[in-house]
Structures are given as C-alpha cells and as structure tokens.
C-alpha cells in the first residue's frame, strides 16, 4: 500500500501565504505525477496543481501566478506553496500520488491524502 500524508495548512488572513506538504511513503517503484486538489464548501473537487518527476506543471487558472507547486524526487514528497490567498482559495486541499508500484508493470495506481483545511479569513 502506499500513504500520502500532509501537513501546513490552517487560517491564514486575506493576502497571506501557506506552504502544504505532502509525503508519499510504502509499495512505490515509480512516481508517474503528484498533486493538489481542492473541495471548497458546497463545492467539487478541483484541481489546483500537478508535478511530474521531470517537472511537468499543470496549474487550475484560478492559482496561476500566485501557487507554486514542487517535487522533491528523493523523498517523495510534494509541496503547495500558496501566496495572495484569498477567501475563494478556503478548501479542503487533497494530496494525490500517481505511482507504479513494481518495476516492469503497467499498471497504475492513484491515491489521495485524507486532506488538510486551508482558511482564508480576516
């Protein structure tokens, strides 16, 4: 099995910044690609983010230019980092891993992080 587990976030005020991680641990061989998605309040989820291992991003229009997200190969780990956040960025952020978990295998596997709230309120 594989677990993703994050950390960072919590209340931040209008115009303030957060840092989320996400480390990926247990039965991976390969990561195809990482991410970050979120489900606002009566909301589906989205997708805020994504990463390949090669550096391939992928960012929602709604955090261009003021979301950066990184991966750091070796520990297998996934950062958010959030600026000018604003209300509408108020979410349940999700960690998803998309990972081959033995070598010569075709098969793909996706996992998602139990999710950390992020706040954004003065």
């Known amino acids: 099995q594989v677990q993703l587990v994050e950390s960072g976030g919590g209340l931040v005020q209008p115009g303030g910044s957060l840092r989320l991680s996400c480390a990926a641990s247990?039965?991976?061989?390969?990561?195809?690609?990482m991410g970050w998605y979120r489900q606002g309040p009566g909301k589906s989820r989205e997708l805020a983010a994504t990463?390949?291992?090669?550096?391939?991003?992928n960012y929602a229009d709604s955090v261009k230019g003021r979301f950066t997200i990184s991966l750091d190969n070796a520990k297998n780990t996934v950062f958010l980092q959030m600026n000018s956040l604003n209300p509408e960025d108020t979410a349940v952020y999700y960690c998803?891993?998309?990972?081959?978990?033995?070598?010569?295998?075709?098969?793909?596997?996706?996992?998602w992080g139990q999710g950390t709230q992020v706040t954004v309120s003065s």
């Open positions: 998803n891993a998309n990972v081959r978990r033995r070598s010569g295998s075709l098969v793909n596997y996706v996992y």
């Open positions: 990463i390949t291992p090669g550096g391939m991003t």
């Open positions: 247990g039965s991976i061989f390969s990561i195809n690609a």
